[in-house]
């Protein structure tokens, strides 16, 4: 009974079946799902879900910020529970595989083990994470990040959305402000199948990306100043245009992003004063660096920082930057990382290793437990999109990865 690799399949139709019935919940005509958080949508998807965790045998817990815990227990309830799961909210224009995949991947798991009669050692969790997407109450995972430690309690529930709506009053509201302490408690494992929202998997023709790790941000706002003067008398020596400082900044952080696994993007840039026959004299702009190893992400700081002095000493201008955000790499658990590579081994599917693009609740999670994640491909690498699309024998495989990981780390 307690043998460490019982013959476990799920079931793909199943698992397929209820990703259609909970994408109903929320569904656009063209396909997609809008399930913005803690809204009657949210509640209404969360309801299904806790319906069908109870019929597959678990208990259900939910925590002061809404995450909810569908539990089995072990054969030994007090060791730490070996954990899955992700989000079921939605951005407005979103898919039905974002998040959902890993709940019902997670739920597909307590199927199988209860239609078994199959007890692990340990317990095992599925956890909903709230709003994850971010996109009505800001930051996004927040929850997750509490869980994490990253923020308080407190911050989370009093943050706002656009209508002057709190978090706490929005959770009250669908009746999932729960009594259970948010985190303070010690997980054994957590796994995350998540689809990949990129293009990696599909491209290298690969089934699972064995994840490793979630790469870092620095998030900068760089203001430049120069001197507005006449376009027609001005000559072109002793110009201080702030627009040229810009620019020739964004060709350079677009050199610096141009190395393995880095990301650089300037997506914001506004001039001043916005005239035809005025040179610009003063300019915004963010820069996004994303990077999986810290040590890289410093050196592509120190890059920009000393390209950005080189160009205000060259044109006579003033760089201000401010790095206004900074999430440090998050390496998953080598272990953990490492029964992923082995499940998808033994189970013969085509896998490779891969650094997560996006945040994901796992990353939070990462910071009080051992975590790793699954991927499988989405079609065209869309993701955050109606369109979004997965292929149910790629479903079914990432979900037979986790459920072999978790039983493997729930009876070690
Ligand atoms: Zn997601």
Request: hydrophobic share 40%.
């Amino acid at each position: 009974m307690t043998s460490d690799r019982p013959n476990l399949r799920i079931d793909a139709d199943r698992l397929w079946g209820s990703l259609m019935e909970l994408a109903k919940i929320g569904g656009t005509e063209k396909g997609g799902v809008c399930r913005i958080a803690l809204t009657d949508l949210d509640r209404q998807g969360r309801d299904l879900f806790v319906s069908w965790a109870k019929a597959a045998g678990a208990t259900i817990k939910v925590d002061q910020l809404g995450n909810i815990f569908a539990r089995r227990e072990g054969r030994d309830p007090s060791k730490p529970p070996i954990m899955t799961g992700s989000h079921l909210d939605t951005q407005p224009t979103g898919g039905k595989f974002d998040g959902a995949y890993g709940v019902m991947a997670g739920l597909e798991v307590l199927r199988v083990l209860h239609d078994s009669n199959y007890v692990t050692e340990s317990p095992i969790e599925v956890a909903v994470w709230t709003n994850e997407e971010g996109c009505r109450f800001a930051p996004a995972m927040v929850a997750s990040g509490v869980f994490g430690g990253a923020f308080t309690l407190d911050h989370a529930l009093s943050i706002k959305d656009r209508d002057g709506v709190s978090f706490a009053e929005a959770l009250r509201k669908i009746g999932y402000d729960g009594p259970e302490q948010v985190g303070g408690r010690k997980v054994g494992a957590f796994f995350e199948a998540h689809i990949e929202q990129g293009p990696i998997l599909e491209r290298e023709k690969k089934t699972i990306g064995v994840v490793t790790g979630a790469q870092g941000q620095r998030w900068y706002e760089v203001s430049w100043t120069g001197m507005e003067s006449h376009a027609g008398t001005t000559p072109m020596e002793g110009r201080r245009d702030a627009l040229v400082g810009a620019a020739e900044l964004i060709v350079k952080c677009r050199e610096i992003g141009n190395r393995p696994n880095g990301r650089s993007t300037v997506g914001v840039i506004e001039s001043l004063p916005q005239s035809r026959n005025t040179i610009p004299g003063r300019v915004f702009m963010t820069i996004d660096f994303r990077h999986p190893d810290d040590g890289e992400l410093t050196k592509m700081d120190a890059e920009m920082r000393a390209a950005a002095a080189d160009i205000a000493r060259r044109h006579r201008l003033e760089a201000k930057i401010e790095q206004i955000w900074y999430f440090p790499p998050s390496p998953f658990a080598k272990e953990l990382v490492e029964s992923v590579r082995r499940g998808a081994e033994q189970a013969g599917y085509p896998h490779m290793d891969i650094v997560s693009g996006a945040g994901h609740d796992a990353c939070y999670v990462s910071r009080v437990a051992p975590t790793a994640m699954v991927f499988v491909p989405c079609k065209d690498g869309i993701s955050h999109n109606e369109v979004e699309d997965a292929d149910k024998v790629d479903i079914g495989a990432g979900c037979q990865i986790l459920l072999q990981a978790m039983v493997e780390r729930a009876n070690t």
